[in-house]
């Protein structure tokens, strides 16, 4: 990773020593700093008030034990999560991911980077993130209902519409999201529908909250294509996953006229000369709950391959939208050498550092996922509005808003990275636009 400025290498130590064996956490703190150092220098009264070290410390970290019992009537243990990062801008909100890899450090990168994006939205929320261990593949009905009920059971104490509104991540959909809300209802005797998003329609949710992270995403890549005089006329693109934000990067981009031509899941990933058919891939993912190979099985013009990496596969556009440190040097040396000319995160730091390293030196546009996968957050929060004021908004204006929030945000990452010095970077102008805007509320709100 690249060598830090002095005083920004100081508080990354104080992060080391603190959390130990927390790499990702380490990672997701390391990309920050290293793009502060123009802030720094013009603003030190960041660093002589102490708030890049508090940024660095969760507010508050949850861990809990989760008691159930599965369908052969045996006791499971898994182990819960929350980390209420930071409320200088708003209630904390941020996802809950429901995977085996799942930790304390898992949950603070994705909390860290989630008080970023969140700023940068513009929206009046702080930073959160949750989840588990538990894994809900192969579960029953029943056992991801009661595995949801005990999880809240402790949960329920931590959250509110004011204090902390948790909403889906990996393994976490509406489903999901439907049994921790009954959940929370029964046990609290209220209707808080601000309490949780990614809500059902007939019960507080918002239009497009479903399809905000991926649609958001691909409205992202369509301004860096306006900023090139391009468009997604004719542009093979790539998605990696086949899960929430995959499906809707998919559907967004065929409707704006490019051609999905491969994804994945963690099984391996299948090819599609003639473009990903949504209709079934949907019916594999979303209804059957299935796994990729059975697309390639049904459709005589794709092929799966267990064998190497989605990323191997040729295309002008890379959505990464599964998981973390998905992309290498080594898959970013590939996707260049074939001919990509564009990187957005639909995931949360799919890309890892010497990848973006890779990217920056072929002058590949890269859209960090604070950035870029911001879409699903601020529809969040256009949710949360929404139940504040008992209201429901239509399908048209919300995905105008959306769209128009990530306008705002692909502008603002120019603008800050022009001001600072870095014309072009994405990261660098995320990074320090969502950090001043954070941090100049800390400031106001003194040392708290
Ligand atoms: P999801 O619906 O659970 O889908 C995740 C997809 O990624 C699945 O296809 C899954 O395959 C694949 N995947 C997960 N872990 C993997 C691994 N270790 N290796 C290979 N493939 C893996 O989750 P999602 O909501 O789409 O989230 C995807 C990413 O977007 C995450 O990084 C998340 O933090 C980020 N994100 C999500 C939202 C949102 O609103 N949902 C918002 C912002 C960012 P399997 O089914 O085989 O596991």
């Not at 909390?111 to 588990?132: C, H, R, V, W, Y």
């Not at 934000?245 to 003639?274: N, P, R």
């Not at 080594?330 to 010497?354: H, Q, R, S, Y």
């Amino acid at each position: 990773m690249p060598e830090l400025h002095e005083k920004l290498r100081d508080i990354y130590d104080e992060v080391l020593d603190r959390n130990p064996g927390e790499s990702e956490f380490h990672q997701a703190v390391h990309e920050v700093l290293d793009s502060l150092e123009p802030v720094v220098t013009k603003h030190p009264e960041y660093t002589d008030s102490a708030v890049i070290r508090r940024l660095c410390e969760p507010e508050r970290q949850i861990i809990f034990r989760v008691p159930w019992v599965d369908d052969d009537g045996d006791v499971q243990i898994n182990r819960g999560f929350r980390v209420e990062f930071n409320s200088a801008l708003g209630p904390y909100k941020g996802g809950l991911r429901f995977h085996p890899s799942v930790n304390i450090g898992i949950v603070k990168f994705l909390g860290f980077e989630q008080i970023f994006k969140n700023a940068l939205t513009g929206l009046p929320i702080g930073g959160g993130k949750g989840g588990s261990d538990f894994d809900p593949k192969g579960r029953s009905e029943g056992e991801v209902m009661r595995f949801c009920q005990s999880f809240m059971t402790e949960l329920y104490r931590h959250i509110g519409e004011y204090t902390d509104v948790p909403a889906g991540d990996i393994g976490v959909g509406g489903r999901e999201i439907g049994y921790l809300f009954g959940q929370y209802k029964r046990i609290t005797n209220r209707y808080e529908s601000g309490v949780l998003t990614g809500k059902g329609m007939s019960w507080g949710g918002s239009q497009v909250r479903t399809e905000a992270t991926g649609y958001g995403t691909v409205y992202f890549v369509e301004e860096i294509l306006r900023s090139r005089d391009e468009s997604f006329d004719g542009k093979n693109v790539v998605v990696s996953g086949s899960g929430n934000v995959a499906i809707y990067a998919i559907e967004k981009v065929h409707e704006l006229g490019g051609t999905v031509v491969a994804c994945s899941d963690s099984s391996g990933f299948v090819t599609d000369e003639k473009g990903i058919d949504l209709d079934l891939l949907k019916q594999i993912k979303e209804v059957d709950r299935g796994r990729i190979h059975e697309y390639a099985d049904k459709r005589d013009s794709a092929e799966f391959s267990d064998k190497g990496s989605v990323w191997e596969v040729a295309c002008d556009i890379a959505i990464p939208a599964a998981t973390q440190n998905e992309i290498d040097e080594d898959l970013a040396t590939k996707l260049i050498k074939n001919g990509c000319t564009v990187v957005a995160e639909g995931a949360n730091m799919p890309a890892t550092p010497e990848a973006v390293k890779q990217f920056a030196e072929a002058e590949v546009a890269y859209a960090p996922g604070k950035a870029a996968n911001a879409g699903g957050v601020a529809t969040s929060a256009l949710e949360m509005q929404q139940n504040a004021s008992r209201d429901t908004w239509d399908l048209e204006s919300t995905e105008e808003r959306l769209a128009t929030i990530m306008r705002g945000i692909h502008d603002r990452c120019l603008q800050t990275a022009d001001e600072y010095g870095q014309p072009g970077n994405y990261a660098a102008g995320a990074n320090i636009a969502g950090f001043i805007q954070v941090s100049d509320a800390m400031l106001a709100l003194g040392v708290i």
